[in-house]
């Protein structure tokens, strides 16, 4: 709406209103009831809502006669702050015909309404004015419904079905971008729904766009924060599609031309750390695919282990600042005290996956008690565990694998075969075999 004589409203993202370009002070505080209803009713537009819809909205299940003497109230306080506005003055709140609604002798756009507005248009096309009418609107939405009414149903169900509306559409643009290969203003789009749902794996776009642009390295280091934030925040690992997002990085990297000695230099590990070597978790899957390849032809023994934080119940721990800054002390552990020839990765922020490489079965019991005597020098919490659970990386038969049906069969079958849990603990929130199916 072009109409410089205008309200605009903002409800996605924040709740501001503008007259003719200034903006309408309302107060500091958005939660009360006053500005929750004059919300409702700039929502509903002309249509309005009837006394009982908004009772129910705004007072849940108080008893009748106070909710209505309440909404009185509340209507009384609406009118006195409007009229104390830079608004023009008028009546505003009409209550005729049993409904409430907001009335002004001036356009009112709210972008809300108008975001749905947009996806309705574009509905009713099939043509290239479609996809056009999908991107104003992603581009027009920014963010929660009403974000500072987190705790209304009302606002709840609008948000939600805010956001599903934003979301369908999203992918449906980015489907049509990817094929016609417009990757720059696909980035820009997919860089403001990762900015607003940055758990929603809205970056899977915005590597796939880098890599389309040949910006691989750009690529490589948003997923290398992704990954961290999901792991830190969500105590998540990368899904298989964010790996594949990897895989195609490290294959689109180019370097120069350079001769063997230089391409050496450049490939040795600056500055040379001592003890363990940490891998980001697709690295750590290639190494441990090399290795089995290496093992059909060396005979050396490898195997994985997996160390997860357990609590005083000696049940897995619950995410918290705490359990970061032990997960943080653990990492530290495994790499001081194992060898640089071996290798390890964060599964999430509880667990840390190693490969011992060169060492015997039991030589893994003295691996492990050199990580937890060295953990045990950084947190002396009683309360705190760590859980090693072992077991070769060598291949398990066919007819071995399908005749597990659960984790007890698993752990007989690595006991027969030379695996081993080491300190008794039966279950293991990922098992070894888990594992291995994920790391194959």
């Known amino acids: 709406m072009e109409n410089e004589i205008c309200l605009k409203v903002q409800m996605l993202g924040d709740f501001v209103m503008t007259y003719q370009g200034k903006m309408i002070q309302l107060g500091r505080n958005q939660t009360t009831k006053v500005l929750q209803l004059l919300q409702l009713l700039l929502y509903a537009g002309h249509q309005g809502l009837t006394r009982v819809q908004l009772m129910e909205r705004l007072y849940d299940s108080d008893m009748e006669g106070d909710r209505a003497n309440n909404l009185r109230v509340t209507v009384f306080h609406l009118r006195r702050l409007l009229k104390n506005t830079e608004l023009p003055k008028e009546q505003y709140i009409n209550t005729e015909g049993g409904r409430y609604r907001f009335v002004s002798s001036f356009p009112v756009e709210v972008d809300a309404v108008h975001f749905e507005h947009l996806l309705a248009q574009a509905e009713q096309t099939n043509s290239e004015r479609r996809l056009e009418l999908l991107k104003e609107a992603c581009y027009y939405y920014k963010g929660y419904f009403l974000p500072a009414l987190s705790g209304e149903e009302w606002a709840i169900v609008a948000g939600a079905h805010f956001q599903h509306l934003y979301f369908t559409a999203l992918e449906e643009v980015c489907q049509k971008m990817k094929q016609r290969r417009e990757y720059a203003e696909l980035l820009e789009l997919c860089s403001q729904a990762a900015a607003l749902y940055p758990f929603d794996e809205w970056q899977i776009y915005q590597i796939e766009c880098l890599l389309g642009l040949e910006r691989p390295k750009e690529a490589m280091a948003l997923y290398e924060r992704t990954t961290e934030m999901y792991f830190d925040e969500l105590d998540m690992s990368p899904s298989e599609r964010m790996v594949e997002c990897f895989r195609q990085m490290s294959n689109q990297i180019q370097l120069n031309t350079g001769n063997l000695h230089e391409i050496q230099q450049m490939l040795r590990e600056e ?3 001592t003890g363990a070597y940490y891998c980001t978790y697709p690295s750590f899957m290639d190494i441990y695919r090399v290795i089995v390849r290496t093992m059909e032809r060396t005979g050396q023994s490898v195997y994985l282990l997996l160390c997860t934080i357990l609590d005083e119940r000696q049940r897995r721990a619950e995410e918290s600042e705490t359990l970061k800054d032990i997960s943080v002390s653990l990492a530290e ?3 001081i005290t194992l060898r640089r020839g071996d290798a390890f990765t964060r599964y999430n922020v509880s667990q840390y996956l ?19 005597s060295c953990f045990r020098k950084k947190i002396s919490s009683r309360r705190v565990h760590v859980n090693y659970r072992v077991a070769t990386i060598a291949d398990i038969p066919e007819n071995d694998k399908k005749n597990f049906e659960d984790f007890n069969r698993v752990a007989e079958w690595e006991e027969k075969n030379g695996f081993k849990d080491l300190d008794g603990i039966s279950d293991s929130p990922v098992s070894s075999d888990r594992l291995q199916k994920d790391l194959r």
């Not at 190693?354 to 937890?372: P, W």
């Open 354 to 372: 190693v490969l011992l490489t060169g060492i015997r079965r039991e030589d893994c019991q003295i691996a492990t008690s050199r990580i937890d």
């Open 333 to 335: 552990a495994i790499q």
């Open 271 to 273: 500055p040379e750390e």
